[in-house]
C-alpha cells in the first residue's frame, strides 16, 4: 500500500491591519494651534507696522521739551498749528512738485509698460525672449550702480533740475517691474477673447486699448500703487538730479528732498515737532491711497494663480 499524501501546513496569513483615521478632534486641535500661531504673528508684525507711525503721529503734537523729556509720553497740546507751520516752511511746494512730477510719471509708466508686456506676452515674433530678458534684467541692477552716467545723460539733454528730466528717469527705472508684473498678467488672459476681437475686425491697438486692457484691470491698479508708493518714496534720484545748477535756478525739491532741507535749515535750533509733522504729511497720503485700494491690489496679485 502506498503511504498516505501529506497535506502541506497552512501558511498563515497576515492581514493588514487597518489604520484608524486621526480624531477630529486631533485635526481640530492641530488646526487650532496653527491658527493661534499665524494670528500670533500677524498681529506681531502689525504692532511692529503700527507702533512707530503711531508715535510719529503723536510726535507731531509735543513740544521739543516733551520729546527731549519723554519720547513716549502722551502730548498735552492738540494743536494743528505745528503742521501749518511745517506747510509754511516748504513742504507744501515739496508736496506740489512731487504730486506734479508723479501725476505725469506714474500715467506714462502704466501705459509704456502695459504696451511693451502686452506685446512681449501675446505676440510671437524672433528676438521676443531676448526683449523681455532685456526689461527684466533692468530691475537687477541697483539704482545707484548708473548715477555717474545717469547724471551725464540727463545733464546734456539738459534736463537737470526740471520736471520733465526726473519724470522720464522715473519712467524708466519703473519699466522692468511693470513690464515684468503685466506680463505675467496679459499671458492668464483668455485667448479666445484676442481671437473674436481680430475676427471682428478690430486693429491691433483697439484690441489693446478696448478689450485687453479692461480685462487687465486689476494687475494694473497693482502695479499702479506699487510704482506710486515707489516713486513717492524715491530719495536718491531726485538728489541727483534735482540740485539747482545756478544761482539762479530754482529749487524743485521732492519731498524726500525738502524732508532732509527742512532738517539741515534746522541747524541748532531744532523744532522737531514740526519735522514730524512733515514726516506725516509725506505719509498721510499713500496710507490713504493703499488703504482705499487693498482689496483691488489683493485681486491684482492673486488672480494670476487662480485663473
Not at 137 to 161: E, H, I, S, T, Y
Amino acid at each position: 500500500m502506498s503511504a498516505p499524501i501529506k497535506e502541506p501546513a497552512a501558511v498563515p496569513v497576515e492581514r493588514p491591519v487597518a489604520k484608524t483615521p486621526p480624531r477630529s478632534g486631533d485635526r481640530r486641535g492641530e488646526g487650532l494651534v496653527l491658527n493661534v500661531f499665524s494670528h500670533g504673528f500677524l498681529a506681531l508684525w502689525a504692532l511692529l507696522i503700527v507702533l512707530p507711525l503711531l508715535w510719529l503721529v503723536l510726535s507731531s503734537f509735543k513740544t521739543d521739551a516733551q520729546i527731549g523729556g519723554s519720547a513716549f509720553g502722551w502730548p498735552q497740546n492738540w494743536s494743528l498749528d505745528v503742521f501749518s507751520r511745517a506747510w509754511s516752511k516748504g513742504i507744501g511746494d515739496y508736496f506740489l512738485n512731487t504730486v506734479v512730477v508723479l501725476v505725469f510719471s506714474v500715467p506714462l509708466t502704466m501705459l509704456f509698460g502695459s504696451m511693451a508686456a502686452y506685446v512681449l506676452a501675446r505676440y510671437q515674433f524672433w528676438g521676443n525672449r531676448f526683449l523681455y530678458y532685456f526689461f527684466v534684467a533692468g530691475a537687477m541692477f541697483p539704482v545707484f550702480l548708473a548715477l555717474v552716467p545717469l547724471f551725464f545723460m540727463v545733464k546734456r539733454l539738459d534736463m537737470l533740475n526740471t520736471f520733465q528730466g526726473l519724470i522720464l528717469v522715473y519712467v524708466a527705472y519703473s519699466m522692468p517691474f511693470t513690464v515684468f508684473f503685466m506680463h505675467a498678467f496679459f499671458r492668464t488672459l483668455p485667448t479666445a477673447v484676442f481671437e473674436a476681437a481680430i475676427l471682428d475686425g478690430a486693429s491691433h491697438a483697439r484690441t489693446f486699448f478696448q478689450v485687453m486692457l479692461p480685462m487687465a484691470k486689476p494687475g494694473l491698479v497693482s502695479v499702479g500703487i506699487f510704482n506710486t508708493l515707489g516713486q513717492w518714496n524715491q530719495f536718491i534720484l531726485p538728489t541727483v538730479l534735482m540740485q539747482p545748477q545756478t544761482g539762479d535756478d530754482p529749487e524743485r525739491y521732492v519731498l524726500t528732498q525738502g524732508l532732509i532741507q527742512l532738517q539741515q535749515q534746522m541747524g541748532y535750533a531744532s523744532d522737531l515737532p514740526v519735522l514730524f509733522a512733515g514726516v506725516t504729511i509725506a505719509m498721510i497720503p499713500m496710507l490713504v491711497v493703499y488703504l482705499s485700494f487693498q482689496r483691488q491690489v489683493q485681486a491684482g496679485l492673486t488672480s494670476a494663480t487662480l485663473k
